[in-house]
């Protein structure tokens, strides 16, 4: 498996509060990627990073902000969690942009991180 | 960007073959097949992609007609641990591939 971790694993947080989800990868991958997974919706696209301190949207940025300042640590933050930011969040990587040329390029996966927003 | 409609679900039984198709009507010159399968509190994980007529890896086989607008992943002999959600993604280009709800295959004794 790909050497990517995600931290905290878990969390539990109340509405107002800021929030830090971190990615960490150790195979010096260019793009980074964080996605939030809910029932119904499949996997959404929140931001990515396509180099170190170069970032863009994705189809559901609002509410994060996102920052690299290293190649291997993409940070993910709620300014002010909301509950419908409670999801589970994935962080990916991949050496070229996912889905451009050239396209055989894939994705791979962190574990996964649990956010619940009271 | 190429939308992509497969089945919300199948059941299977141990030892069969499942075959799941994933209809892409605009698919562009450029654009591959990529299949993703994502087991419960994992990440997706990849499974096999092509451009087309047929590929086959060690775990699956992916069908792409001449016409490319559909693509069937194929699971030999299916067991247990195969219950999992399968996406199909269709992109390239320089556009960013995006996920689907996905096919939830569940395979049973």
């Known amino acids: 498996d790909a050497g990517i971790t995600q931290s905290p694993r878990h969390k539990v947080t109340e509405t107002g509060t800021p929030v830090t989800l971190r990615c960490h990868q150790t195979?010096?991958?260019?793009?980074m990627y964080w996605y939030r997974q809910d029932p119904g919706h499949g996997l959404r696209l929140i931001h990515y990073?396509?180099?170190?301190?170069?970032?863009d949207k994705g189809e559901v940025s609002d509410g994060y902000s996102v920052s690299r300042s290293k190649t291997e640590d993409f940070l993910l933050t709620l300014e002010s969690a909301t509950s419908s930011q409670t999801s589970v969040y994935f962080c990916a990587i991949s050496e070229s942009i996912f889905g451009g040329s050239p396209s055989t390029d894939t994705q791979y996966f962190g574990p996964g991180t649990r956010l619940t927003v009271l | 960007l190429a939308k992509t409609t497969q089945p919300i679900s199948m059941d299977s039984y141990e030892g069969q073959e499942v075959n799941i198709t994933c209809s892409h009507n605009?698919?562009?010159?450029?654009?591959?097949i990529t299949w993703y399968q994502q087991f419960p509190s994992q990440g997706p994980r990849f499974i096999i992609q092509g451009y087309k007529t047929k590929v086959t890896n060690e775990v699956a086989s992916l069908f792409i007609p001449a016409d490319r607008k559909s693509s069937t992943l194929s699971l030999p002999r299916v067991s247990l641990s195969d219950t999992a959600v399968y996406y199909c993604l269709v992109g390239g280009g320089g556009n960013k591939l995006t996920f689907g709800t996905g096919t939830q295959l569940k395979v049973e004794l």
């Open positions: 990073s396509y180099g170190v301190k170069d970032t």
């Open positions: 605009n698919i562009a010159t450029n654009d591959y």
């Open positions: 195979e010096n991958h260019r793009y």
